[in-house]
C-alpha cells in the first residue's frame, strides 16, 4: 500500500473525511467494500434511492424513466430496495437487483416482500458475470452505486449485454467537482486534484470503504466504448430542492454554486 494521507470530500455531504491511497486490488476492494455494506454502510452513508438520483436532482422532475408499465428493469447496486419498490409501484412488469453485500440482497428482499413486490435478486460483484439474462431488459439503471466498480469499461460492457437494442442505461454518482471542492474558513476552495484517479481507503468510524474518483470524461469515454450514445446529462442542482433545505445548509450553499450530483441516460446503440 501507498500511505499517502489526505483529505478527501465525503461522497454524500460537504464534509472531508481522512482517506489513504491505496494499490488497486480487485479482491481487496470488493472484501472491503461487500463487509462495509454487509455491516454499517447504510448507517454511515445512508440509502439513496428514486425518485432521488441523489443530491438536489429528482426522477419527478426529469423523469428520464418516464412509463415503466410492464417494462423489465434491473438495477445495479439494488441496496436495501427502495428504487426497486419505486418501479414496482409505477407498474413495472419485471424487477431485477444486483448487489455485492447477501446484507443488502436480503434487506431487499424485505423490504420489496413488506410492500406486496418481489424481485429477481443475485448477490454478486457488478463486474462479473452472475447469469443475469442478455438482451433482456429495457432499462438498467444505477442509483448511486455505479462509482464502487472496479473496472468501469468492463461493467459497461457487460451491462450492455443486458440491455435489448434501444434499450436505456440511467446512471447517478457524486459529481466530480463535488469531491475537489470543501468547506475552509467560510469558503469553497479546491482542496483535490481533479484529474487524480487514485484508488484510496476513508475510514468511518469504525467502518473502512474503498474508492476511487473518476473525471467526467472516463464515464463519457467508457460508455461510448460500450455502445452507448449519451441521449442526457444532468449535472444541475433542483432549485426547489435547495430551497427546501436550511438556508444556511453548508451542503446546499455548495449545490448552488456547482455540481454535487452527476445523471446520464444513455441508450443501447
Not at 20 to 39: A, C, E, G, P, R
Not at 58 to 69: A, I, M, N, P, R
Not at 205 to 229: E, I, M, P
Request: with cysteine; hydrophobic share 40%.
Amino acid at each position: 500500500m501507498d500511505k499517502h494521507s489526505a483529505n478527501r470530500t465525503n461522497i454524500i455531504g460537504g464534509g472531508e473525511v481522512g482517506a489513504v491511497t491505496v494499490d488497486m486490488d480487485k479482491k481487496d476492494i470488493h472484501q472491503t467494500n461487500s463487509l462495509f455494506w454487509d455491516t454499517r454502510g447504510n448507517e454511515v452513508l445512508g440509502a439513496t434511492a428514486l425518485p432521488l438520483y441523489g443530491a438536489f436532482v429528482s426522477e419527478e422532475k426529469c423523469q428520464l424513466f418516464g412509463d415503466v408499465t410492464g417494462k423489465k428493469l434491473l438495477e445495479i447496486g439494488c441496496g436495501s430496495g427502495e428504487s426497486l419498490r419505486y418501479h414496482g409501484e409505477r407498474s413495472a412488469g419485471e424487477l431485477w437487483g444486483m448487489d455485492l453485500s447477501e446484507n443488502q440482497i436480503e434487506k431487499t428482499r424485505q423490504h420489496l416482500a413488506a410492500y406486496g413486490l418481489s424481485a429477481n435478486l443475485v448477490c454478486a460483484p457488478m463486474e462479473e458475470q452472475c447469469g443475469i439474462p442478455e438482451n433482456y431488459f429495457d432499462f438498467v439503471y444505477s442509483v448511486y452505486a455505479i462509482g464502487w466498480t472496479t473496472d468501469l469499461e468492463g461493467t459497461f460492457r457487460r451491462i450492455a449485454s443486458y440491455l435489448k437494442k434501444d434499450g436505456a442505461f440511467i446512471i447517478s454518482w457524486s459529481h466530480p467537482i463535488h469531491k475537489c471542492v470543501a468547506a475552509e474558513n467560510d469558503k469553497f476552495v479546491f482542496k483535490k486534484n481533479y484529474f487524480d484517479e487514485s484508488w484510496y481507503s476513508v475510514t468511518i468510524g469504525d467502518s473502512t470503504l474503498s474508492l476511487t474518483d473518476r473525471k467526467l470524461s472516463t464515464y463519457v469515454n467508457a460508455l461510448s466504448k460500450a455502445g452507448f450514445v449519451i441521449e442526457q446529462m444532468i449535472e444541475e442542482s433542483d432549485d426547489d430542492i435547495i430551497q427546501s433545505w436550511n438556508a444556511n445548509n453548508e451542503f446546499a450553499r455548495k449545490a448552488a454554486m456547482l455540481p454535487v450530483t452527476f445523471v446520464f441516460k444513455a441508450r443501447k446503440l
